[in-house]
């Protein structure tokens, strides 16, 4: 047995002939367990299996699982690097019965497996059981294992728990003895923490299931689960018994000593075994979507990768190290868990990005932890507060600060650093208060503040369990909501998208075990996603656990509509100009807008030249890819900003299309953009794109309107269904198409004729009583006209019509059309500084019954009620112009 990699197939095959189906590890950010963190164990994915929830193809299953423990119950991070067989990540080997065999045939397979797939010396294993178990101790003592090396143990290592009710049971584990020559006794002894006896195999038998007081009843469907770590179990194959000396960890060893130009032994062995370590659990759960941040997963990746990182500092590395390490990893590992080859690039890119960034703050951090020290007695720990100052202050984690004073024998007051941060956070919530934001709004920074904020899911699913962690009526939290009651929930994490960046919020199901509720919306406040809803059946009471499915179909056009959004920013720029920018966006599951900046309407023949461009990056149907990278570096590579977005230290940088060689940012990148939000995987996946047509959204920007997918090819075939029509009547009135043409084009005339009248009335003062000449007051030239039949959309326009005409002046425009009454005003650019527009609609909208209006200095807006006070409104105007 030469490699892990054997090991884990010898496995797999051996199980796979005893007719279990052989199931692919499940994630590391379990779908169905929203009380974890991180998978931990093989029988998380089957956890429903189990329970009974949910029933499968299959009786027999076998795995091996991924594996993180970092964090919350299962938190191995501060020994990992220190110790033989401490890992952050890890995978376990496992065999499951659901409800098919038991005891009598789980034990066997065991024994049979180690002593002759494995060739393990049979006296060298021992077993422990737990002490009432009869039925395994003698079916031990049947196999041939001497009644001396079964052990029993009455407490808890041999009885397993879901929790505190639900399926349980006693387990039987299987020891290794590494001979007399290391120190240590076996299990249920004085010294069974020594390493001379290490357990290989833990197989659990599920037969009971708890109630809350305390009672236990037999399970219908009894079920086995078993655990073997394949770092410890090829180790031990492997001739030794520490972990970090199999192939797999020696090979990773070796690529970090190269790179760091030191030796791979020695006193500097600990910190290559922390890098090789930590360098698998960051490389997959960056490949699985989860990136470094400063709340949930995301702090526990960037705390594992920061620790890293420091290690690779105390080695003397001068420049970045980690993500020079992935391509050994992916020689390793690559083979078994394709998602690390397929997610190589992310993880380099975020790896290199951390660390960069990372190196200014440990240079720093180390350098004031030192100076603090100065002040600190021998051997004492480091005061709470001071720790709190490095964090808080300087950005330099207590973890860190932990962990280079463990080296030097030293730890942190950690009392006073907790008292410290809740003090912080009275002081930041007493200053948020002070703002005058909405008194209602305070609850979401409450649950922000009590449980964090919620964590997103859904760039990699569209169902999840979440742990139900509030509900919210009106502006007071409940415990409980039934049917008919419109509640928002909050979740611990969701895959619901909450509305940002364009982008809807998303709609969908939630579903507990006492009920239903639809979620016809989600937003967000202070991190926490609101997930709008309203309860249709049964009751929800917080604290559940709940089933949340996202409406694919509708997810499935709004991220059609997303992407196309990015395809035609980079379309207007190429047939447009480098001048287009975008100024805001909409991406709904009916259609898609974007407002851009550009001076003038866009021509029926550049729309059609756009449209063209998208719907070609459409169907080269390349991948859609994400990289993460701080904003700086993301925009000197090219990417195109959301318009009034702001960012944090890292952005998703999103690109599609593919450009000709040396014509695209980055290379043959054609679109890329900084963007939070959900995106196809593959530009075919839009479809189809079609404009709408082009129209004025406010001065200087326009707006294009369009649809992609199914209702891009409805509309076109609704335009195909109308000519076809067209066509046939023309057909059926052949006779009369000359008669019938030459009236229409006579009509046409004159109503062009008309129009053309009319525009040439409305830019001279729309009626004699209003077309005078500009008045002129105090200095300024002052034109004023109340117009019928003109909303108030057209204003703006108009208004900088008639301010070229002038030259320099001020123009009021009050518009009435249909009951609504509209106000603008105009002033040319070289008076801002003695009349302001605003002022001017103030003024006028007053007189007419409105209230307010505002703008810019040299275009303001407003409304009002009843435009029959024009006069006075227009003399109210040229008083703020008399001064």
Known sequence: MTSLSDIRSTFLDYFKRQGHEVVASSPLVPRNDPTLMFTNSGMVQFKNRFTGVESGAYQRATTSQKCVRAGGKHNDLDNVGYTARHHTFFEMLGNF????????????????????DFGIDKSKLLTTVYHTDDEAFDMWRKIGVPEDRIIRIATDDNFWRMGPTGPCGPCTEIFYDHGDHIWGGPPGSADEDGDRFIEIWNVVFMQNEQFEDGTMTPLEMQSIDTGMGLERIGALLQGGHDNYETDLFKALIEASAHATSTDPFGDQNVHHRVIADHLRSTSFLIAEGVLPSNEGRGYVLRRIMRRAMRHAHLLGAQDPVMHRLVPALVREMGAAYPELGQGQTLIEDTLLNEEIRFKTTLDRGLKLLDEALEGVAEGADLPGETAFKLYDTYGFPLDLTQDALREKGRGVDTDGFDAAMEAQKAKARAAWSGTGAAADAAIWFDLADQHGVTEFLGYETETAEGQLLAL?????????????????????????????????GDTGTVKTDSGVAEVT???KVAGVFLHMAEVTEGTLTRGQGTELVVDHGRRSDIRANHSATHLLHEALREVLGDHVAQRGSLNAPDRLRFDFSHNAAVSLEDLRKIEAKVNGMIRQNTAVETRIMTPDDARALGAQALFGEKYGDEVRVVSM???????????????????GGTHVRQTGDIGAFVTLGDSASSAGVRRIEALTGQAALDYLQGQDQTLAQTALALKTQAAEVPERVKSLLDERKALTNEVAQLRRELAMGGSKAEADAAKTINGVAFKAQVMQG??????PGMIDEMKSAMGSGAVLLIADADGKVAVAAGVTSDLTDKVSAVDLVKAAVAELGGKGGGGRPDMAQGGAKDAANADAAIAAAEAVLQG
Not at 475 to 493: I, K, P, R, T, Y
Not at 790 to 795: F, I, P, Q, R, Y
């Open 97 to 116: 019965s659901f409800g098919d065999y038991f005891k009598t045939e789980a034990i066997p397979f065991a024994w049979e497996l180690l002593t002759k």
């Open 472 to 504: 919210v009526k009106g502006a007071e939290a409940v415990e409980a909501a039934s049917v008919g009651d419109e509640v928002a929930l909050v979740f611990n994490q969701s895959p619901f998208y909450a509305e940002s960046g364009g982008q809807v």
């Open 790 to 795: 003109v909303t108030g959309k057209d204003l």
């Open 521 to 523: 919306d989600t937003k």
């Open 657 to 675: 299309g593919r450009a000709p060689t040396g014509k695209g940012v980055n290379g043959d990148n054609w679109s890329l953009e900084l963007c």
